[in-house]
């Protein structure tokens, strides 16, 4: 069973950038799919990016699309989420997540039957 933590969070001002990691323990890093999600107070935890084992293919819900980018480094063990063109609605908790997947394609922003969870970090976005 592999285990994430999540960095990287913090707080931003509208137009800044952030990089999120995800480190990955415990399992064979590179036969996972990951994503990250995001929740606040107000929401269900909401699909941000996927990327496939290899990294080849990545998908993003619309409100990120040419802002933000998901990549991975499995030498390292590691998955990242790039935040750039921050807005103060992208504030909230972020979770990276692994699934042992070895598709071509990006896992699907409504399957959330993910083999582990990270514990989140805290983005905040001031206006």
């Known amino acids: 069973q592999v285990h994430l933590v999540e960095s990287g969070g913090g707080l931003a001002q509208a137009g800044g950038s952030l990089r999120l990691s995800c480190a990955g323990s415990?399992?064979?890093?590179?036969?996972?799919?990951m994503a990250w999600f995001r929740q606040t107070p107000e929401n269900d935890r909401d699909y941000v990016a996927s990327i496939t084992w290899n990294g080849r293919n990545t998908a993003y819900t619309d409100s990120v699309k040419g802002r933000f980018t998901i990549s991975r480094d499995n030498a390292k063990n590691m998955l990242y989420l790039q935040m750039d063109s921050l807005k103060p609605e992208d504030t909230a908790v972020y979770y990276c997540?692994?699934?042992?997947?070895?598709?071509?394609?990006?896992?699907?922003?409504?399957?959330?039957?993910?083999?582990?969870w990270g514990q989140g970090t805290q983005v905040t976005v001031s206006s």
């Open positions: 997540a692994a699934d042992r997947f070895y598709g071509d394609t990006p896992l699907s922003p409504s399957y959330l039957g993910y083999d582990a």
């Open positions: 415990g399992g064979d890093f590179s036969s996972f799919a």
